[in-house]
């Protein structure tokens, strides 16, 4: 079955700068959702991208959805301490079942 | 308004013994999900309910692991005869979503989870 892989696992980053996190799908998906978990807490959900090519914005968060819909980004300028915490994508295996990213660990530098 | 509220947060069992761990979705939502979600992982898929119909149960892991939501409400997830491999916080999420349509937004909501620690 469709399966979506995260990369990269862990990304340590100096407060202040940039970085992009990774979602890749086997197959074409219908659309693509991002949720966040902060450490202890539980998965609150971002976005969901459904059109080839969209992007999205939430403040300093950008969100793409790729062209040919089998890969999703999510960007993040001017890295705060408030975005520590695992970003996992979920891409649907069909009208309610989402597949799960084992998502992108952030922590951040002072 | 009330999110998804599940209890108890913490459940320490010991092997061979039940649980039963409780899940209170958002008033009104038709589907809940329930997840376990093992350390460094992304949630992994139990079982989803539409209203008391439960419609998917493949992703429990064995017989030991029983669902239920008789009045299209409050949700119960029970395991028996706890394993130690059992040890994972387990999420119930709600959506207002009905299945059937792939773009419909179906964000879910998920409650704070209940880590069960079997010994």
């Known amino acids: 079955g469709q399966q979506v892989m995260q990369i990269p696992q862990y990304q340590h980053v100096q407060e202040g700068e940039d970085f992009t996190t990774y979602c890749n799908s086997s197959t074409t998906l219908s659309n693509i959702q991002w949720y966040k978990q902060r450490p202890g807490g539980h998965p609150v959900f971002l976005i969901q991208l459904v059109k080839s090519g969209e992007v999205k914005k939430q403040k300093r968060l950008t969100f793409q959805f790729g062209e040919a819909k089998k890969n999703s980004s999510l960007h993040i300028t001017a890295t705060q301490t408030t975005d520590v915490g695992t970003y996992f994508c979920a891409g649907p295996l069909n009208d309610y079942k989402l597949s799960f990213g084992a998502g992108t660990t952030v922590t951040v530098r002072a | 308004g009330a999110g998804v509220s599940q209890s108890p947060r913490y459940k320490v069992a010991k092997r061979g013994q039940d649980v039963a761990l409780r899940c209170d979705p958002i008033?009104?939502?038709?589907?809940l999900f329930w997840y376990q979600q093992a350390l460094g992982q992304g949630p992994e898929f139990l079982t989803y309910f539409q209203n008391e119909a439960q419609l998917d149960k493949s992703g429990l892991p064995s017989d030991r692991f029983f669902a239920e939501r008789p009045e299209g409400s409050v949700s119960t997830l029970k395991i028996q005869r706890t394993q130690q491999e059992d040890s994972a916080v387990y999420l119930c999420a709600s959506s207002r979503a009905v299945a059937g349509g792939l773009r419909t937004y179906n964000e879910q909501f998920f409650g704070p989870g209940t880590r069960l620690t079997v010994l």
């Open positions: 008033s009104g939502h038709v589907s």
